[in-house]
């Protein structure tokens, strides 16, 4: 079976074939860095825009590479949740048209799941596991009991450990996208330089919750109060401390997880898998399984969508013609779960 996943949820373009939920066929993806670069940062209106240009292109690219037309495909998938609203609907609404007139089932996809499957193309990983999803908008650990059952154990109150990286980036002027910047020069500091503060979130209801806005803010404003004597007040030394800081957070709450579940395997998803210490700190626990998806695919890519579509269609699922984007999904970030 032969899915052709759209993926726009930010300011990737992309699109893939996968044949039977793993042989990826073709992932073409159109990054928007360089027309958001000067903005330090995603500008909404822009994403949405470019993505109206280029996903017909994209698409036909994705067909071309796979040596596919539209008669081989067995069904279309795209992102319809979380992300930028205006991407989304792109995105989608593209797939979904492409369904229609080609006759094919359309499957709409959840995002996160998208990134959690993304280390499955590769690998061959039973259920349960715990999954660690770490992009530019959320920060989630929670236990997969499926491809498309997972329970939520802790997320972020408050900002997501890929902003943290890109608004301590941009106030600096490093660069974008901040946690590629920041990973680089980190490797030529010393993370001993500052001991920036690490969040204290009490109760048992947050034990597996974390915190980037404190650790942020103090990166930001107050570098100089957590400096350590000895150490050279140097970019590089700044954001190993700070890149050591985000990805201990990280792991300590993985870790407690680790511990009350029992689960030996951990798979990380999200742009922020990509990140070097991180993996370095989750590959020291040799008793710990820990599998990440190749470099290129912690980014937003098709590949994930049209992978975890596969399982869906070969359920029986399909969505319906009236299915909609949705820029949130409230159990995913725990401020937004009473709003």
């Known amino acids: 079976m032969k899915v052709l996943g759209i993926e726009s949820s930010c300011d990737e373009t992309a699109a893939a074939v996968v044949e039977d939920g793993h042989k990826i066929l073709s992932n073409v993806v159109a990054t928007q860095i360089p027309f958001h670069k000067i903005y330090k940062g995603v500008v909404p209106e822009i994403a949405s825009r470019k993505h109206a240009e280029w996903i017909l292109p994209v698409v036909r690219q994705a067909l071309k590479e796979a040596s596919l037309t539209m008669e081989d495909i067995d069904a279309v998938a795209a992102t319809n949740r979380p992300g930028l609203m205006g991407s989304l609907l792109v995105g989608m609404t593209f797939g979904k048209t492409l369904a229609w007139s080609a006759g094919k089932p359309f499957i709409a996809i959840n995002h996160m799941l998208?990134?959690?499957?993304?280390?499955?193309?590769?690998?061959?990983?039973?259920?349960?596991?715990?999954?660690?999803?770490?992009?530019?908008?959320?920060?989630?650990?929670?236990?997969?009991?499926?491809?498309?059952?997972?329970?939520?154990?802790?997320?972020?109150?408050?900002?997501?450990?890929?902003?943290?990286?890109?608004?301590?980036?941009?106030?600096?002027?490093?660069?974008?996208?901040?946690?590629?910047?920041?990973?680089?020069?980190?490797?030529?500091?010393n993370p001993a330089a500052a001991s920036f503060p690490v969040?204290?979130?009490?109760?048992?209801?947050?034990?597996?919750?974390?915190?980037?806005?404190?650790?942020?803010?103090?990166?930001?404003?107050?570098?100089?109060?957590?400096?350590?004597?000895?150490?050279?007040?140097?970019?590089?030394?700044?954001?190993?401390?700070?890149?050591e800081t985000a990805c201990r957070t990280l792991t300590t709450r993985l870790f407690r997880a680790v511990e009350d579940t029992g689960l030996k395997t951990v798979v990380a998803g999200g742009g922020v898998a990509a990140n070097s210490r991180l993996r370095a700190i989750l590959a020291e626990r040799t008793d710990i399984q820990c599998i990440f998806p190749p470099l290129k695919l912690c980014g937003d890519n098709g590949a994930m969508i049209a992978g975890v579509a596969y399982h869906f269609l070969e359920r029986g699922d399909r969505s319906g013609w009236n299915t909609t984007a949705s820029a949130r999904i409230p159990q995913f970030k725990r401020g937004l779960k009473n709003s």
């Not at 998208?114 to 690998?123: I, P, T």
């Not at 980036?169 to 490093?174: D, E, N």
């Not at 204290?200 to 570098?223: N, P």
Request: net charge negative; with cysteine; aromatic share 12%.
């Open 199 to 243: 969040p204290h979130l009490d109760g048992s209801e947050h034990r597996y919750d974390m915190s980037f806005s404190g650790l942020k803010t103090a990166v930001i404003h107050q570098c100089d109060m957590f400096w350590n004597d000895g150490f050279e007040h140097s970019t590089e030394n700044m954001c190993a401390a700070f890149q």
């Open 114 to 189: 998208g990134h959690l499957y993304a280390a499955h193309l590769e690998n061959d990983i039973s259920y349960p596991y715990l999954g660690l999803l770490v992009s530019g908008g959320h920060s989630i650990i929670c236990k997969v009991n499926g491809f498309d059952d997972i329970e939520v154990l802790g997320t972020t109150v408050d900002d997501s450990v890929g902003e943290a990286f890109d608004k301590v980036s941009k106030f600096y002027g490093l660069g974008y996208p901040g946690g590629v910047v920041i990973d680089r020069l980190a490797k030529e500091g």
